[in-house]
């Protein structure tokens, strides 16, 4: 399994709805709300041969109130 992490930027006063779908999916290991650009970052986990755009594409970015995301790959934990 790898560690991916996805920020996602949501739509003026939409972050706490968002939040709570994405819960409900039980897409994220851990989420959190954040400052800046991006309102939530997502760490996700998954197969190493699973499709993240897919996932992304059918579990995340069709959730309403989402703007923007942004997806981060790891390879190596430290």
Do not use: H, W
Not at 11 to 31: H, I, M, N, Q, W
Not at 33 to 51: F, V
Not at 58 to 68: E, H, L, Y
Request: aromatic share 10%; hydrophobic share 40%.
């Amino acid at each position: 399994m790898r560690a991916v992490f996805v920020q996602l930027q949501c739509a003026p006063g939409k972050t706490y709805e968002v939040a709570d779908v994405l819960f409900e999916r039980e897409v994220a290991s851990e989420l959190y709300s954040t400052s800046g650009e991006y309102d939530l970052l997502m760490k996700i986990y998954i197969e190493d041969s699973e499709d993240i755009g897919k996932l992304i594409n059918q579990k995340v970015a069709n959730v309403p109130g989402i703007v923007r995301t942004l997806t981060t790959l790891t390879f190596t934990a430290f």
